[in-house]
């Protein structure tokens, strides 16, 4: 997704199936991004907090100081929401 004052926009999306999703490969599909709408236009990636998203992530911030990682307000939500359920679920035993 791509996001700007105009509005939202669907940029591209990358087939994984099959592939092994580690930090080299998440890195590769966001560089591409990054590359191919130029570096000077992103400020900010939102990616799963999964540790591979963390570690892709923090090696952008490496070559692109002005790019920012924030973690995925969905994903954070979903893991806070399992913790809670698993946590009343073994309280009850």
Known sequence: MVITESGQM????VDGSGE????DFI??????AIMEVGSRNVLQ???DS?????TASMLIELEFPSIYWTPS???TLNIALENIF???KYQKK
């Open 10 to 13: 669907f940029s591209k999306s």
């Open 20 to 23: 092994i999703k580690d930090k």
């Open 27 to 32: 890195d590769k599909h966001m560089r591409d």
């Open 45 to 47: 990636i939102a990616i």
């Open 50 to 54: 999964e540790f591979v998203c963390k």
């Open 73 to 75: 307000v969905v994903h």
């Open 86 to 88: 698993i946590t009343k």
